[in-house]
Nanobody
């Protein structure tokens, strides 16, 4: 059974950095993982992903500022967020694709404000 636990997030001033973690168990080998975010009243949007070959992909809104990476020894995928802007404030979710199923993390809030 796949289990996904997120950590990280919080409050940061504009221009600051945060790192989100998506720790998983019950997965086999490299899995596709996506980071999504959701602004109040809107749907979740995919902003970064890492595929089975560790190739990253980014939405234009975060390209050049966010970095997705994987640590296989910890079964964890990270989202390093740099040069944060107020519009990055949102709830962030990771989604793990394994064995034909999709598993969401519990979500974590990021607030960027001065």
């Amino acid at each position: 059974q796949v289990h996904v636990v997120q950590s990280g997030g919080g409050f940061v001033q504009p221009g600051g950095s945060l790192r989100l973690s998506c720790a998983m168990s019950g997965t086999t080998g490299n899995v596709y993982v996506g980071w999504h975010r959701q602004h109040p009243g809107t749907r979740r949007v995919l902003i970064a992903s890492i595929n089975y070959n560790d190739n990253p992909a980014y939405d234009d809104s975060v390209k050049g500022r966010f970095i997705i990476s994987r640590d296989n020894s910890k079964n964890t995928v990270y989202l390093e967020m740099n040069n944060l802007k107020p519009e990055d404030s949102a709830d962030y979710y990771c989604r793990v694709h394994e064995g034909g199923g999709q598993y969401w993390g519990q979500g974590t809030q990021v607030t960027v404000s001065s």
